[in-house]
């Protein structure tokens, strides 16, 4: 019997996804009174049509992919860390006490000082639930969610309070000059390409490539990379094979939350220089759609993010020229998330029968 090939499952079936979600989207803007291929031109030349907006959808894929690479380590140990979110912020957190309380003499030393503390304290957020799953058997879901929506009147209360800065606005004091990141511009220009520095990507995008590479090589490259999705395949066998339960799960969400919480080098050091409170913006849950759509390994997740960057960039556009509600666009990611997470198999399903159907036209 002939099973569907891992192309069909990471390229054909992504891609038909969108294309549903692409006329469920059309068929929407019909239905508020616009043309939607001229949608789509203004969707996408908001994303990509110069290289300030290229910058803005590079920005918003470096944090997905941040996010993205988060969701797809726990997953490959069959938890569903959804609590990206709050191990973003509270690494924010660890990044703007590192930059505030430290002299960093050079963006480079900050960069390492920052990223580390946004690490470690998006890694401490993800221990307990790890802690509860692996001990007490509390449900991952229920745990990161429950600390999703504590990290954030946390936050709250430090920015209104004992790290605020003067004025009205829950935020830090910006950061010294000497912390911050170079931005794409920068970074171009300095092997003579041009490019916009009305943008806001930086060096983080380097630093996200790089998660990038880092999360292959640990997952199929390391002894813990393959206990990890051992036991993630069958809890029992990898008991059974001498892998231990509480080792993986917390080794996995402590990697996992440390990934999420890293993306504060982008928003917070890269784009503000500073913590303000929500700085997050949504990319913890929108990980979770770019985890799945990217099948969980880290290329498919640097497409998927790329994807999702010109969406808010290019959504951003659509709502200003054409007066759409901002929801309106929300209403269009939201249709893409769906498609590609919640009825995955939906599509799945019925190309696995043809690829079924036709081995065992092939068999006989």
């Not at 199929?220 to 393959?226: H, M, P, Q, V």
Request: hydrophobic content about 55%.
């Amino acid at each position: 019997m002939q099973k569907m090939p891992n192309w069909a499952d990471v390229v054909l079936v992504p891609v038909l996804s969108l294309v549903l979600a692409a006329i469920i989207s059309a068929i929407v803007i019909l239905a508020i009174g616009h043309n939607p291929i001229d949608a789509l031109g203004i969707m996408v030349k908001g994303a990509l049509g110069n290289s300030a907006n290229v910058s803005y959808t590079l920005y918003y894929a470096t944090n997905f992919i941040f996010t993205g690479l988060a969701v797809a380590v726990a997953y490959h140990a069959r938890m569903f860390n959804i609590g990206g979110e709050g191990q973003a912020y509270i690494g924010g957190l660890g990044a703007a006490l590192a930059c505030l309380y430290i002299s960093w003499p050079h963006w480079t030393l900050a960069l390492i000082g920052g990223g580390v503390a946004a690490a470690v304290f998006g890694a401490a957020w993800a221990a307990i639930p790890a802690y509860l799953q692996a001990k007490r058997g509390s449900h991952i879901v229920i745990t990161t969610i429950m600390f999703n929506y504590m990290a954030y009147p946390l936050l709250n209360f430090l920015l209104n309070g004992p790290i605020k800065a003067g004025g009205m606005e829950p935020a830090t004091p910006s950061f010294a000059e000497t912390m911050h990141l170079p931005n794409l511009s920068a970074i171009l220009g300095a092997v003579g390409i041009s490019f916009s520095d009305r943008g806001p990507a930086n060096f983080a995008l380097i630093i996200a490539l790089l998660a990038c590479v880092f999360v292959w090589a640990l997952i199929w490259k390391t002894k813990l990379g393959y206990e990890t999705r051992a036991f993630g395949e069958s809890e029992s066998a990898a008991k059974y094979a001498g892998i231990k339960p509480t080792k993986i799960i917390m080794i996995a969400m402590l990697i996992s939350g440390g990934l999420a919480g890293m993306m504060a080098i982008n928003n917070v050091m890269g784009e503000a220089e500073r913590l303000v409170l929500n700085a997050v913006e949504g990319a913890g849950f929108i990980g979770i759609a770019v985890a799945l759509m990217g099948r969980n390994h880290p290329v498919g997740i640097l497409i998927a993010a790329i994807l999702f960057g010109i969406l808010y960039q290019g959504g951003a556009e659509l709502s200003a020229e054409l007066r759409i509600p901002r929801e309106m666009v929300t209403v269009i990611q939201a249709l893409v998330i769906l498609f590609t997470g919640a009825l995955d198999n939906m599509v799945r399903m019925p190309i696995e029968k043809l690829f079924v159907a036709f081995g065992r036209k092939g068999a006989n």
